[in-house]
């Protein structure tokens, strides 16, 4: 199959009770298997692009590796039906990864591909050192640098992530189908250019659901804003985690629903 991110498609467009032919830039999704060592952990389904970025960053979000240079070797394997990340881990992340070996298959853009229990899915992470403070300005102009990315403009069917730095501006954005995707394709994309998390913010345009805390918490990212909102358990969990969860960010301000100290506020 050719990988592509979108696609043209033909469509009757009706706008005030009139009908008219025409095109419209669909986005694509495609089966994408997670594979070590010749075994299959996870299948996505999700936008086949920056496919490498997605291997890594699952990898790393889902404790898999622990950092991005025990994966020794990655193949993307175009099949008939699908995609292949096939990836070979090395020494002591191998093993690791044989005693907790599982064949998972999620929904778009699952978030607890590989989790065995309960516990699991909800297993507290490592607190954030990160110390990043930013002024609200600075919050809103990171906000509205993420919106309006080529996929997800020309689509309207695709969510985003990106990652802002106050010297830098914001340096990494993925897009994909799938909220979790998109966050794993922009960890990877950060693990490659060999950027820490504890630089910068995350900006997310979906909901803020407890595993995309958990996967920023594991990334050493101190804030984290999206323009939805939060669930309760997300709150939750940033607040134990030290995450400074912003939500509902939009022209006219936003919403802290956890350690506001860094933000730099007026009294």
């Not at 469509?11 to 025409?22: D, M």
């Not at 830039?25 to 994408?32: F, L, T």
């Not at 070996?101 to 978030?111: D, F």
């Not at 992530?161 to 106050?166: D, H, K, L, N, V």
């Amino acid at each position: 199959m050719t990988l592509s991110a979108a696609t043209t498609t033909s469509r009757l467009a009706v706008r005030g009770g009139l009908a008219c032919a025409g095109e419209r830039p669909i986005a694509e999704e495609v089966a994408v298997a997670l594979v070590y060592g010749g075994s299959t952990h996870a299948v996505l389904m999700a936008t086949p692009a920056d496919l490498e970025d997605l291997a890594v960053g699952f990898s790393l979000t889902e404790g898999i590796v622990e950092h991005s240079e025990d994966i020794a070797e990655l193949e993307v394997i175009d099949q008939a039906d699908g995609v292949e990340l096939r990836m070979w881990l090395a020494g002591p992340a191998s093993d690791a990864f044989v005693r907790r070996r599982r064949a998972v298959v999620g929904p778009t853009g699952c978030g607890l591909c590989g989790v065995e229990s309960l516990a699991e899915a909800v297993r507290p992470v490592a607190p954030v050192k990160g110390d990043l403070r930013l002024t609200p300005a600075e919050l809103a102009h990171a906000v509205r640098l993420l919106d309006g990315q080529p996929l997800g403009a020309a689509t309207r069917a695709v969510h985003a992530a990106g990652f802002w730095t106050p010297n830098a501006g914001m340096v990494a954005v993925r897009e994909d189908v799938g909220r979790h995707n998109a966050l794993d394709k922009l960890a990877g994309a950060l693990a490659r250019q060999r950027r820490s998390g504890q630089d910068g913010m995350v900006v997310l345009t979906s909901r803020v659901s407890v595993e995309m805390v958990q996967k920023a918490a594991r990334l050493d990212v101190g804030v984290l804003a999206a323009i939805s909102a939060p669930t309760a358990l997300a709150i939750r969990t940033a607040q134990d985690a030290g995450v400074t969860l912003v939500a509902v960010a939009r022209d006219d301000g936003f919403e802290v629903f956890s350690h506001p100290e860094r933000l730099i506020l007026s009294q």
